[in-house]
């Protein structure tokens, strides 16, 4: 059973930058494609991005194309998201997810079943 710890969310003002890491623990990091989701207040929860176990592979929603990027640490067995630019619309709560099946790379929403707490990002205008 893997265990997800999200950290580096907060308040920031529109067009600022924050970086959230995740801290993965349990099983063996680099074999699973990871991702990050947000849902906001009264939302579904949304695929953020996505990068695959290879690190050969990444996918963004078409809403932060060219201002997050995400990126993996094997050997600190952690997850990034570096979020440029940031609009009030990306306030939500950020969650980290890990694949459920090693070395599987499609990276699809219904990959990801196990999740992090959330840390909360808030956009200020």
């Known amino acids: 059973q893997v265990q997800l710890v999200e950290s580096g969310g907060g308040l920031v003002q529109t067009g600022g930058s924050l970086r959230l890491s995740c801290a993965a623990s349990g099983r063996t990091f680099s074999r699973y494609s990871m991702a990050w989701f947000r849902q906001a207040p009264g939302k579904e929860r949304d695929l953020v991005a996505a990068?695959?176990?290879?690190?050969?592979?990444?996918i963004y929603a078409d809403s932060v194309k060219g201002r997050f990027t995400i990126s993996r640490d094997n050997a600190k067995n952690t997850v990034y998201l570096q979020m440029n630019n940031l609009q009030p619309e990306d306030t939500a709560v950020y969650y980290c997810a890990a694949d459920s099946i090693m070395y599987r790379d499609t990276l699809t929403r219904a990959d990801f079943e196990s999740w992090g707490q959330g840390t909360q990002v808030t956009v200020s205008s």
């Open positions: 990068v695959s176990w290879s690190t050969l592979n990444t």
